[in-house]
Every structure is written in C-alpha cells, then in structure tokens.
C-alpha cells in the first residue's frame, strides 16, 4: 500500500481502480495517507472516483461480453448463488447500483449490470454517485476528525 501511496494521485487512481475488481485492494487507506499528507481532498476525491467508477466499468463489460460460465467462476459463484444474485438486482433494481461500492457485494452487483444488460448511462450515474459520495465522506470525516 506505502508503494501507491508514493505515487500520490496516480497511485490513488491505481489502487481504485484495482478495489473495483475483484482484488483484496483498499483505496481508502491509500486516500487517508495522502489526505493526511496534505494533498488536495477534491481531488483526491475525483482521483479515487474517476478510478473507482472504471474498475467498475471494467466489471460491467466482463458481465456483457463473457460467457455465464466464466462470470461464475471469476466470481467463485455457484449456479444457485449467481440466480440468487440475479434476483436481488431484479428486486432492488437500478438503485442497488448506488451501493456499488459496498465491499463484498459491490463487484458481483457491477458484474451482475453487465450480463443484465443495465442501461450504460443509468449505470455510470448511479454507480458514480454512490461512489462519489462513500469518497466525498471518507475525506471530509479524515479532514475534520
């Protein structure tokens, strides 16, 4: 982590952009060292978003162009479980997508939108709000706590 934090906002990028995946990333610790570090909180919070919003991206196109087959095994998801998954975003819907950005559930959900076809725009808006306002915050309990 101390090695992304060297890299300021790049590595901040970087850290949300990877914590969108499926890898074990924690872009808030990075954003918490270089807030603490006195870099720019706006744009931290724009750095970690942008990031953060294209790994999402990213999950949303392997759940539109890969095969059912493969999500469930990226995913470690068994047949009943990727139904189940499938179910709760019918029931939620499109608002569920504000949660993107809840560990655990967060990227199977983005994955989910793609293979479900979710409207592109309808996805980045919801997704970047949600996301932009878990940064928003973040930095703003870290600046005046």
Same mark, same amino acid.
């Given at each position: 982590?101390?090695? !992304?934090?060297?890299?300021?906002?790049?590595?901040?990028?970087?850290?949300?952009?990877?914590?969108?995946?499926? @890898?074990?990333? %924690?872009?808030?610790?990075? #954003?918490?060292?270089?807030?603490?570090?006195? !870099?720019?909180?706006?744009?931290? $919070?724009?750095?970690?978003?942008?990031?953060?919003?294209?790994?999402?991206?990213?999950?949303?196109? !392997?759940?539109?162009?890969?095969?059912?087959?493969?999500?469930?095994?990226? @995913?470690?998801?068994?047949?009943?479980?990727? $139904?189940?998954?499938?179910?709760?975003?019918?029931?939620?819907? !499109?608002? %569920?997508?504000?949660?993107? /950005?809840?560990?655990?559930?967060?990227?199977?959900?983005?994955?989910?939108?793609?293979?479900?076809?979710?409207?592109?725009? /309808?996805?980045?808006? @919801?997704?970047?709000?949600?996301?932009?306002?878990?940064?928003?915050? #973040?930095?703003?309990?870290?600046?005046?706590?």
């Amino acid at each position: 982590m101390e090695f !992304l934090v060297d890299f300021g906002y790049l590595g901040l990028f970087v850290a949300a952009f990877l914590a969108a995946t499926i @890898l074990p990333l %924690s872009s808030e610790l990075v #954003l918490t060292a270089l807030l603490l570090n006195d !870099l720019s909180p706006e744009m931290l $919070v724009l750095v970690a978003t942008v990031g953060n919003v294209l790994g999402s991206l990213t999950n949303y196109g !392997l759940g539109y162009w890969a095969s059912k087959g493969i999500i469930q095994k990226w @995913l470690k998801m068994s047949e009943k479980e990727f $139904v189940k998954a499938e179910e709760r975003f019918e029931k939620y819907g !499109l608002m %569920s997508l504000l949660f993107a /950005w809840v560990p655990i559930i967060g990227d199977p959900l983005t994955v989910i939108a793609g293979i479900l076809r979710v409207n592109l725009i /309808w996805f980045i808006v @919801l997704v970047s709000l949600g996301k932009f306002l878990r940064y928003y915050i #973040l930095a703003s309990m870290i600046i005046s706590g």
